[in-house]
């Protein structure tokens, strides 16, 4: 008698999970401008895979843009006006309440125990706007946790995101975001 594989499902937990956006600085006074980095941690999802391979894993993502918080140090002053030009004039955070992805297929290289490098192709909604996006992550398979870190890139023209400038455009940021994760997914029983 042969034996079915099962799946197995693993919940994101939100508190110690994160997703991190590091926007580049260009323009006149780049040298010398801020290149902010943000965090966001309300990062909810679940994993589903065979046990013993990530091969055919199926992820899903969500985000919630409204929790993203510069992660840098400035004043309180700057601080206040760069979170008001991210979620308003940027991420449009109440306009778009979510961001979402959904893997279509995943590709997996068994490391060694327990540790794999994944390929997560899949569609990745973010201000109205839906495209096809890979993920590279290195991956720790437990028997109750997973953990996965990596990152990926956008273009934020082609999530029909306004690109800012400041200080009468000499600080201007690029359009390229680069995007980091460190998940941690808990079993469900």
Known sequence: MSQVATTVCYQIDEGASQFTVKAFASGLISVVAHSPTFAIREVAGEITFEPGTLAQA??????????????????????????TVMHHEVLESSKYPNITFESRRTAATKLGENLYRVSIVGDLSLHGVRRQVTLHAQTVVGEDTIRAIGDFTILQTDFGMNIISVAGSTLRLKDELKLGFFIIARRRV
């Open 58 to 83: 199926a992820v899903w993502v969500a985000i919630n843009p409204a929790g993203l918080q510069l992660k840098d140090e400035v004043s309180s002053e700057d601080r206040k006006i760069i979170d």
